[in-house]
């Protein structure tokens, strides 16, 4: 048990160090790429007032660099931690699971967590499994599988 742990901390701590070690220049375009996946554009939330509700990535269990902007939808996206989320629920965020990212390729596993209603402790939840591929200085998703409560 104790060796599991040591291995699955280490991981981790090996992942933070990676996306640390990364700009928010360097990352920014693969996490828009990523938001930008033609399939999930039926799944943000609608306009209120002709005003798009802002899309929230939650800084768990990966963690990204400060500085990253990101605009979705006419709004900027908003990183906020999971104790964050547990004091201002939100409809609509993003967890990514794992992001491994090399100089010509990356891969993403993400949750797309939508319709959530905290007093009812309710939610609807895609899991995106995402790769990309680098084309000179632009990436390019290659491959999107989404699965869960699809539309």
Excluded at 71 to 84: A, D, L, M, W
């Amino acid at each position: 048990m104790t060796k599991k742990f040591t291995l699955i901390t280490l991981v981790l701590i090996g992942i933070a160090l990676r996306l640390a070690a990364q700009s928010p220049g360097e990352i920014a375009p693969i996490l828009q790429k990523c938001m930008d996946i033609p399939d999930l554009q039926k799944y943000y939330p609608p306009s209120v007032n002709d005003k798009k509700s802002p899309i929230y990535i939650v800084q768990y269990p990966v963690a990204f660099p400060e500085g990253i902007v990101l605009t979705k939808n006419g709004s900027e996206v908003k990183f906020i931690t999971i104790s964050q989320l547990a004091e201002n629920p939100v409809q609509e965020y993003f967890m990514f699971r794992s992001l491994n990212s090399g100089p010509d390729s990356t891969t993403a596993v993400i949750n797309y967590f939508y319709d959530c209603n905290s007093a009812l402790k309710q939610f609807k939840m895609l899991t995106i499994n995402v790769d990309l591929e680098k084309a000179g200085k632009r990436w390019n998703v290659s491959q999107a599988i989404l699965k869960g409560d699809t539309k």
